[in-house]
Nanobody
Framework: QVQLVESGGALVQAGGSLSLSCVASGRSLSLLNMGWFRQTPGKEREFVAAISRTGSTTYYADSVKGRFTISRDNAKSTLYLQMNSLKFEDTAVYYC???????????????????WGQGTQVTVSS
């Protein structure tokens, strides 16, 4: 079993920056593909960014490309999401997720992931 705990959510002004962290336990982070998703009330949870086990491959939603950066430190069992140039529409609960599969998988899909954190609230004021 993998436990994921997000932190770093806050209230920030539009144009500002925020960094989220997700600490994993129960399994070595180096064995997991990781992703960030977000959700607002009444909407589906949507893909934000993902990163392969080694960090060699990353994926981004078009809406965050060029503004957000996903990274990982396997030695610290921590996943990061650096968010710059924040917009009001980035307001959401952000979740990290872990995929334990060893084969090829589409990291942009919710159903790929086996474990989810509880989420951290990001609020961007306009």
């Amino acid at each position: 079993q993998v436990q994921l705990v997000e932190s770093g959510g806050a209230l920030v002004q539009a144009g500002g920056s925020l960094s989220l962290s997700c600490v994993a336990s129960g399994r070595s982070l180096s064995l997991l593909n990781m992703g960030w998703f977000r959700q607002t009330p009444g909407k589906e949870r949507e893909f934000v960014a993902a990163i392969s086990r080694t960090g060699s491959t990353t994926y981004y939603a078009d809406s965050v490309k060029g503004r957000f950066t996903i990274s990982r430190d396997n030695a610290k069992s921590t996943l990061y999401l650096q968010m710059n140039s924040l917009k009001f529409e980035d307001t959401a609960v952000y979740y990290c997720a872990a995929d334990r599969s060893v084969g090829l998988s589409d990291l942009r899909l919710k159903r790929t992931y086996d474990y989810w954190g509880q989420g951290t609230q990001v609020t961007v004021s306009s």
